[in-house]
């Protein structure tokens, strides 16, 4: 009886401290979590069991400033299907969501800088294809013959503080390269013949051309930005001045970076 009524005893989210209904309780490594707070982790996030109740209370506070960042982020490209890519290059930031409404499912928004890494991996499916004989009975062809189908995912390595990869699937749906026609396993399909084959295997390539570009782009620009400014003599006003960030003199305000 004291097991069975420690089990339904009433607890409290360590969190926002309401009460935690019957199955609603989260486990923390110190702690117990309502399914509200949980709900307001990042989606990415994987480690809850061995956070504390500090560690969740930092993430919370981060997600709410990420509200912030959603309100900023202006799509202007869209690869993927569900979840997909979205990418704000004015702003050189990207997420990865299957949300419609980013207001409300508040997806991490991640600089183009945070990208580490990218992998596109293409799944081969391969089923064994039968037929119904005289009897009705579903057998085997001889030789065996199969159908091929195919699967797009990509993974985004990043730095962030709460998880270290996104993955989306590039298409809907799997990629039947000959499903009414199933063929011996020696004459395999030329996949790359296939249409949506090609379309989905570009898309791949391109998202991880794009983010691993523009990553390093982004980052050549923070190194010269820290590198030390050399003193050059103004053609304008005859100082010697080091160029401000924009290139300007610091005296009499000329655009000098470009001159020797």
Same mark, same amino acid.
């Given at each position: 009886?004291?097991?069975?009524?420690?089990?339904?005893?009433?607890?409290?989210?360590?969190?926002?401290?309401?009460?935690?209904?019957?199955?609603?309780?989260?486990?923390?490594?110190?702690?117990?979590?309502?399914?509200?707070?949980?709900?307001?982790?990042?989606?990415?996030?994987?480690?809850?069991?061995?956070?504390?109740?500090?560690?969740?209370?930092?993430?919370?506070?981060?997600?709410?400033?990420?509200?912030?960042?959603?309100?900023?982020?202006?799509?202007?490209?869209?690869?993927?299907?569900?979840?997909?890519?979205?990418?704000?290059?004015?702003?050189?930031?990207?997420?990865?969501?299957? %949300?419609?409404?980013? %207001?409300?499912?508040?997806?991490?928004?991640?600089?183009?800088?945070?990208?580490?890494?990218?992998?596109?991996?293409?799944?081969?499916?391969?089923?064994?294809?039968?037929?119904?004989?005289?009897?009705?009975?579903?057998?085997?062809?001889?030789?065996?013959?199969?159908?091929?189908?195919?699967?797009?995912?990509?993974?985004?390595?990043?730095?962030?503080?709460?998880?270290?990869?996104?993955?989306?699937?590039?298409? =809907?749906?799997?990629?039947?390269?000959? =499903?009414?026609?199933?063929? =011996?396993?020696?004459?395999?399909?030329?996949?790359?013949?296939?249409?949506?084959?090609?379309?989905?295997?570009?898309?791949?390539?391109?998202?991880?051309?794009?983010?691993?570009?523009?990553?390093?782009?982004?980052?050549?620009?923070?190194?010269?930005?820290?590198?030390?400014? %050399?003193?050059?003599?103004?053609?304008?006003?005859?100082?010697?001045?080091?160029?401000? %960030?924009?290139?300007?003199?610091?005296?009499?305000?000329?655009?000098?970076?470009?001159?020797?």
């Amino acid at each position: 009886m004291a097991l069975f009524g420690k089990l339904f005893e009433k607890k409290v989210c360590s969190i926002c401290g309401g009460e935690i209904g019957l199955l609603g309780n989260r486990k923390l490594e110190d702690g117990n979590m309502c399914k509200t707070c949980a709900a307001k982790l990042s989606p990415w996030f994987s480690d809850r069991r061995s956070s504390t109740v500090e560690e969740i209370k930092r993430q919370l506070e981060y997600r709410e400033e990420n509200k912030e960042a959603v309100r900023a982020f202006h799509v202007t490209r869209s690869l993927g299907d569900s979840p997909r890519l979205l990418l704000d290059e004015d702003a050189r930031k990207f997420t990865v969501t299957s %949300a419609r409404n980013l %207001a409300e499912a508040n997806p991490d928004i991640l600089d183009f800088s945070q990208v580490t890494g990218c992998d596109v991996d293409v799944s081969e499916n391969r089923s064994e294809a039968h037929f119904r004989d005289r009897e009705g009975k579903m057998v085997s062809y001889t030789p065996p013959r199969y159908t091929y189908s195919y699967d797009f995912d990509v993974t985004i390595r990043v730095n962030h503080p709460y998880f270290d990869t996104m993955k989306l699937q590039l298409n =809907p749906s799997r990629v039947e390269v000959n =499903p009414d026609n199933p063929v =011996p396993a020696m004459r395999k399909p030329n996949e790359r013949l296939n249409r949506d084959y090609r379309e989905y295997e570009e898309m791949g390539e391109e998202i991880k051309k794009i983010l691993t570009e523009v990553r390093q782009q982004v980052r050549n620009e923070v190194r010269e930005a820290a590198a030390p400014k %050399a003193a050059l003599r103004c053609p304008y006003c005859g100082a010697t001045t080091t160029p401000d %960030a924009a290139g300007n003199c610091e005296y009499c305000g000329a655009f000098i970076a470009g001159n020797k």
